[in-house]
């Protein structure tokens, strides 16, 4: 399980590091550059020949307004991102057919212009299928008139698939990679079962038509039913922390909690297991030989999770860091998040574009109408969440040691199957070149609970540290490095190595220490941020000061109050049904008429210096109940299943001159077949309890 060969030196890395990069902010950093010479071998990606970490970020451009793509894309890359993926629905751009549009926010190529000008090269998720939570996983309507079988090798089905991929194309034209344009691979279906023939008439349709990239890809699971011929399609993974098609209402149900357990095992069964099987196969901790001669990427590790209307999990910070850091502990190293911003569903000619109980296919859940906030690390108006910032230090760590990281091989000293909260042991692993290594940490399992581990050292390329045992926290998640960087082991995480300076981040509730290579010991060291180094060019950070490394900054304004509301109609209790999928199913248009009406009316004052300024001000709603509409000048312009936290919207968003809004609240039913967090309030009935102006950062 080692590769000596492929060991590189600090030195040379720094120099390769500063060569591409020079000191240029990390907004502006060409971190995989445009253009470049691109293959791939069993590790990963390689860039003009050199191993990569890429993290890759999944935005939706047609569910973010056109005049936003800009901004957000640069907080994207500011995150750490270093590759955009996206999917293309069909059903977005020809709702109606033969009426393709690919205007305003659907307008592919604009996006990546936008893309091309941060640096950022792009996967395209071509479908025809995409699922992600879109009606029918973006098949229009009109197909299913056709008689013919969806997501199958039946002519007239790849005849409209061969039209689609051709319209498409006019939007990449002159974009691709060869091109010096940012697209840099394709995505055939999502989460395809049947034969390996399908995938492979989908790549044909593409190369005949004119694509031509450094490589294609598709999703790994579930396995398919005939092999794929090795090296056509590089299969991605991935995982999530629960999931709202999960028909249970109860917490922690599924498999989710194999994802905060170190394993060689590449595919996950929790996902979409509303209409997914797994073979035995599947489960096993044996790699398939074709498979494990792949690098291990992942293309859905989840930066968040959608609400159901029957299932409404919330996702924590520490999931989806935990996540992340166990994946790349695992052997990953491509971390590719999805969702990683949020977005809200473009509005539809003939139907509204989310995915429910009463469409004709992907008709498994209720999502919102218009929300697709997904919790992701930059939400749904372009708000930074918690764990935006917690995985930031991940992200720099794969960017500036991803070189060294990358051909290094997983090892798993402790046992890879383990029952759901299993507390007897400490979980963790190591990648080694047989020189240097990582060891990655993680106590943390979402609901478990997990207790702190006493008297803990490990034993790694010949090197056992700490000397003296440590107590590893309750919830703990974190990287050692062994023998990298001038250090002989520390217990405190790498984060970044540029402009000679080596940066560590200090682990809450691990004592610091900092063993060099020349034989000195620091003890007990306390952070200095960048004011001050610790030792020669080392620097130890706060997590706080990791996670705000090279960031921008921004003045923080106030939340303000809204007083202006008044109550105009009481609610009514209505009878949730069950939907075709036999879950509760989400109100009707006639359910809406039996809710709570609110009129929330701005001060001009406010109006004037909220509404005015792009990306400014969220409208923040706290209350209680099943779920809220928010209306301007009679238009549904946001919705919210509730889950016990604010429902926001962006006020840069609302008509010109709007100053009055409409709010519309459903009462909780007493018993509803609803899962709800454990933090919500379930009281039934509803209430409003404030409404204020937050700034969106």
């Known amino acids: 399980m080692k590769s000596p060969s492929h060991h590189i030196e600090m030195s040379s890395l720094l120099v390769l590091f500063f060569a591409l990069l020079g000191s240029l902010p990390l907004a502006a950093q060409p971190s995989l550059p445009l253009g470049a010479a691109v293959s791939w071998d069993r590790h990963t990606l390689l860039f003009d020949g050199h191993h990569v970490c890429p993290v890759m970020g999944e935005i939706h451009y047609s569910r973010v307004p056109a005049d936003e793509w800009a901004t957000e894309v640069r907080k994207m890359h500011e995150g750490g991102v270093t590759i955009i993926a996206a999917y293309v629905f069909w059903n977005h751009i020809e709702e109606v057919e033969n009426q393709f549009d690919w205007s305003g926010q659907r307008d592919l190529r604009r996006f990546l212009e936008v893309c091309k000008a941060e640096g950022l090269p792009v996967v395209l998720r071509l479908g025809p299928w995409c699922h992600g939570e879109v009606r ?197 190293n491509l971390l590719g998040y999805y969702m990683y911003h949020g977005g809200t569903n473009p509005e539809g000619r003939l139907h509204t574009l989310n995915e429910c109980q009463t469409s004709p296919f992907t008709a498994n859940n209720d999502l919102p109408v218009c929300t697709y906030d997904f919790q992701a690390p930059l939400g749904e108006f372009g708000q930074t969440n918690p764990q935006y910032y917690r995985l930031r230090p991940l992200h720099l760590f794969m960017q500036d040691f991803g070189e060294l990281l990358a051909p290094m091989e997983a090892s798993f000293p402790v046992q890879q199957d383990l029952r759901q909260g299993d507390d007897t042991q400490l979980r963790w692993s190591f990648r080694s070149d047989g020189k240097s290594a990582f060891v990655f940490i993680n106590n943390y399992e979402r609901f478990a609970n997990l207790t702190a581990k006493r008297g803990v050292q490990f034993e790694v390329c010949g090197v056992r540290f700490p000397q003296k045992p440590i107590t590893i926290p309750a919830g703990c998640a974190a990287i050692f490095p062994v023998n990298v960087a001038g250090i002989h082991y520390a217990t405190a995480q790498l984060v970044s190595c540029r402009d000679d300076k080596i940066c560590l981040m200090q682990v809450p509730g691990v004592p610091t220490t900092i063993v060099l290579q020349n034989g000195r010991t620091l003890n007990n060291v306390k952070p200095q941020g960048l004011s001050r180094p610790v030792s020669g060019n080392i620097y130890l950070l706060s997590r706080d000061e990791a996670e705000n490394l090279f960031l921008p900054t921004h003045a923080s304004l106030p939340a303000t109050d809204i007083p202006f509301v008044r109550i105009l109609k009481a609610a009514t209790p209505r009878v949730i049904q069950k939907g075709k999928a036999k879950v509760a199913a989400a109100p009707t248009e006639e359910d809406w008429q039996q809710a709570a009406v609110y009129r929330i009316k701005f001060p001009v004052a406010a109006a004037d210096s909220s509404l005015s300024t792009p990306h400014s001000s969220l409208l923040s709603i706290t209350y209680r109940g099943d779920c809220a509409r928010l209306f301007a000048n009679g238009r549904l312009v946001a919705d919210n299943f509730y889950y016990g936290r604010p429902f926001l919207y962006g006020l840069w968003r609302l008509p010109t001159g709007c100053t009055e809004l409409e709010l519309r609240i459903l009462p909780l039913q007493p018993d509803a077949p609803i899962y709800l967090p454990r933090e919500a309030d379930r009281t039934p009935g509803e209430a409003l309890s404030s409404i204020s102006l937050i700034p969106c950062k």
């Open 136 to 332: 029918n996983g973006g098949l229009p309507d009109w197909l299913f008139q056709k008689q013919c079988r969806m997501r199958s090798e039946d002519p007239v089905f790849l005849t409209y698939v061969t039209r689609l991929y051709r319209q498409i194309f006019t939007q990449v034209q002159g974009l691709q990679w060869k091109d010096g344009g940012p697209v840099l691979a394709a995505q055939f279906d999502n989460e395809y079962r049947g034969p390996a023939s399908y995938l492979l008439a989908l790549k044909r349709i593409a190369l005949t038509i004119g694509f031509d990239l450094p490589f294609y890809t598709r999703t790994g699971w579930p396995e398919l039913t005939t092999p794929m011929p090795f090296g056509e399609m590089l299969p991605l993974y991935g995982d999530y922390a629960d999931g709202f098609w999960d028909k249970s209402t109860q917490e922690g149900v599924g498999n989710y909690y194999k994802a905060f357990n170190f394993k060689g095992q590449r595919v996950a069964t929790s996902i979409g297991t509303d209409f997914l099987t797994y073979s035995k196969d599947s489960t096993s901790s044996i790699l398939h030989s074709a498979s494990a001669t792949y690098p291990y990427f992942t293309c859905e590790l989840g930066g968040g999770m959608a609400t159901a209307y029957h299932r409404r999990p919330y996702v924590y910070p520490e999931d989806a860091y935990s996540m992340a850091l166990v994946k790349l502990g695992s052997g990953s």
